[in-house]
């Protein structure tokens, strides 16, 4: 089992910053995978963002530029540097640790990040 915790949400104004942080416990040694999603009131969770083991990157298209997905896998965290935020950016983000080899998956309980104009 995988636990993960995330933080790092709140609430910034249109142009800031913001970096949310996603830490792991547990046997996660088979999921080589991070990624960051994000859900908006009334829309589907989409992705954000997700980075394997070996760095490889993945970008969803409205925050490229802008936001930057890393790793420590010392410290079995993941993050995601958001910069250049936009109103349209505000939903809640998601961590999710998952396997691509397999159906895996484990997701965290979900950050609110909020941008006001």
């Known amino acids: 089992q995988v636990q993960l915790v995330e933080s790092g949400g709140g609430l910034v104004q249109a142009g800031g910053s913001l970096r949310l942080s996603c830490a792991a416990s547990?046997?996660?040694?088979?999921?080589?995978?991070r990624g960051w999603y994000r859900q908006a009131p009334g829309k589907q969770r989409e992705l954000v963002a997700t980075?394997?083991?070996?760095?490889?990157?993945n970008y969803a298209n409205s925050v490229k530029g802008r936001f930057t997905i890393s790793r420590d896998n010392n410290k079995r965290t993941v993050y995601l540097q958001m910069n250049s935020l936009k109103p349209e950016d505000t939903a809640v983000y998601y961590c999710?640790?998952?396997?691509?080899?397999?159906?895996?998956?484990?997701w965290g309980q979900g950050t609110q990040v909020t941008v006001s104009s």
């Open positions: 999710r640790i998952f396997s691509t080899a397999s159906a895996i998956e484990f």
């Open positions: 547990g046997s996660d040694f088979r999921l080589n995978a």
């Open positions: 980075i394997t083991s070996g760095g490889s990157t």
